[in-house]
């Protein structure tokens, strides 16, 4: 009998370098609608039909370590219409650590970058929100 794949354990990698996160938030494809009519149609409805792709955003979740600015360093590298684009790799992983499902962004770069609020009465980890952008995803289910 198989099961579903468990989400806690997998891996992105970018530009040959191996990048940590906790949580990856919003891994979707989408595509807009396009609504078209012709002033001689019969009918009062609109038809539809498949347009472009939308650049979609995620979002990696982490917790704020020492030393480690990756997130920052690779936000600071956008000057106005300049910018490192990196392939993110997102690895869904089995209890043998082989890859069984693996999500391809390619062309991807940071829009935004966000930290927790700070509370003086919380002992929870400070994490920071990286936002990315990309212009393609590929995915691959083995």
């Not at 009998?1 to 990048?19: A, E, N, T, V």
């Not at 704020?64 to 790799?89: H, M, P, Q």
């Not at 391809?104 to 700070?118: G, I, T």
Request: with cysteine.
């Amino acid at each position: 009998m198989s099961y579903p794949l468990c989400k806690f354990h997998f891996q992105i990698d970018w530009g040959g370098s191996r990048l940590s996160a906790t949580e990856v938030v919003g891994l979707t494809k989408e595509i807009d609608v396009v609504e078209y009519r012709d002033g001689a149609m019969p009918t009062t409805t609109k038809s539809l039909m498949p347009g472009l792709t939308k650049p979609n955003r995620i979002t990696l979740k982490r917790g704020v370590i020492k030393g480690d600015n990756e997130y920052y360093n690779w936000l600071s590298t956008v000057k106005f219409d300049k910018v490192e684009k990196r392939d993110l790799f997102i690895k869904l992983l089995d209890e043998n650590h082989e890859m069984v499902m693996m999500w391809l962004l390619k062309n991807a770069f940071p829009v935004k970058l966000s930290w927790s609020d700070l509370k003086a009465v919380s002992n929870e980890p400070v994490m920071e929100y990286l936002e990315v952008v990309y212009e393609e995803m590929v995915v691959r289910n083995e």
